[in-house]
C-alpha cells in the first residue's frame, strides 16, 4: 500500500527553512477532518448538531467558534465548515442530524489546511489578501471566504496564527506563493 501524501508535503523541507529566523511560521496541518454541514440554523437539527461539536452552530456571518479542537466556521445562513482533528467521527454527526432535512458531508479530501503564524504573518498575508486583517476587525472568532493570491480560501485567525484552508490542488500554487512572499521577511 503506498504512503498517504498531503498535497502540500513536497514544501515541508522549505516550510521550515522559512520558519527558522522566527519571524514567519509557516506549516502544512495536513489531514485534518473538514466537514461541511448544512442545516435551517433555527431548526432543532441544528441544536442537535451543535451538542455532538461541543457549541452551537455559529449564526453570525463571518464568525467562528472553538471548542477544544473542533472549530465551526460559518460559512452561509445555512451552511458551517467543521475542522477537527484527522480521525475526527463524522459519523455522529450524520446520525444527530437523522433524517431531517440538512446535510453532513466529509469534504476532508477537497482541501489542506495551511498554517501561517509569527509576527509577521499578518503582513504576509496582506500580500495577497484584499481583506483588511487587522486584528481588531478579524482576529481570533472570525473567518472568510476570500481570495489569497488568486486562490480561493477560508481564512481563520486564531490567536498565535492564522489557519489557510485551501483547496488540494491549489496546494502547491499557494506555498509557492507563500514562500515567494516571505523573502522579504528572512533577510
Given at each position: 500500500?503506498?504512503?498517504r501524501?498531503?498535497?502540500?508535503?513536497?514544501?515541508?523541507g522549505?516550510?521550515?527553512?522559512?520558519?527558522e529566523?522566527?519571524a514567519?511560521?509557516?506549516a502544512?496541518?495536513?489531514?485534518l477532518?473538514h466537514v461541511?454541514?448544512?442545516?435551517?440554523?433555527?431548526?432543532?437539527a441544528?441544536?442537535?448538531?451543535?451538542?455532538?461539536?461541543g457549541?452551537p452552530?455559529?449564526?453570525?456571518p463571518c464568525?467562528?467558534?472553538?471548542?477544544?479542537?473542533?472549530?465551526?466556521?460559518?460559512l452561509?445562513p445555512?451552511?458551517w465548515?467543521?475542522?477537527?482533528p484527522?480521525g475526527?467521527?463524522?459519523?455522529?454527526?450524520v446520525?444527530?442530524?437523522?433524517?431531517?432535512?440538512?446535510?453532513?458531508v466529509?469534504?476532508?479530501?477537497?482541501?489542506t489546511?495551511?498554517?501561517?503564524?509569527g509576527?509577521?504573518?499578518r503582513?504576509?498575508l496582506?500580500?495577497?489578501?484584499?481583506?483588511?486583517?487587522?486584528?481588531?476587525?478579524?482576529?481570533p472568532?472570525?473567518c472568510?471566504?476570500?481570495?489569497?493570491?488568486r486562490?480561493?480560501v477560508?481564512?481563520?485567525?486564531?490567536?498565535?496564527?492564522?489557519?489557510?484552508?485551501?483547496?488540494?490542488?491549489f496546494?502547491?500554487?499557494?506555498?509557492?506563493w507563500?514562500l515567494?512572499?516571505?523573502?522579504?521577511?528572512?533577510?
Amino acid at each position: 500500500m503506498a504512503e498517504r501524501r498531503s498535497p502540500a508535503a513536497a514544501f515541508a523541507g522549505r516550510f521550515a527553512a522559512a520558519s527558522e529566523g522566527g519571524a514567519l511560521r509557516l506549516a502544512e496541518l495536513p489531514f485534518l477532518t473538514h466537514v461541511d454541514l448544512r442545516v435551517d440554523p433555527a431548526s432543532p437539527a441544528a441544536r442537535d448538531l451543535g451538542d455532538v461539536l461541543g457549541v452551537p452552530l455559529p449564526v453570525e456571518p463571518c464568525t467562528a467558534v472553538t471548542a477544544g479542537d473542533v472549530t465551526v466556521a460559518w460559512l452561509g445562513p445555512d451552511e458551517w465548515l467543521v475542522v477537527a482533528p484527522a480521525g475526527h467521527r463524522h459519523e455522529l454527526l450524520v446520525k444527530a442530524l437523522g433524517d431531517r432535512h440538512g446535510s453532513v458531508v466529509d469534504v476532508s479530501a477537497q482541501r489542506t489546511t495551511l498554517l501561517v503564524g509569527g509576527p509577521r504573518a499578518r503582513d504576509l498575508l496582506a500580500h495577497g489578501c484584499a481583506l483588511d486583517l487587522h486584528p481588531r476587525v478579524f482576529g481570533p472568532g472570525r473567518c472568510a471566504q476570500t481570495m489569497l493570491a488568486r486562490a480561493q480560501v477560508v481564512l481563520l485567525p486564531r490567536p498565535d496564527d492564522f489557519l489557510v484552508l485551501v483547496r488540494s490542488s491549489f496546494a502547491a500554487y499557494l506555498s509557492e506563493w507563500l514562500l515567494d512572499a516571505a523573502t522579504e521577511y528572512l533577510r
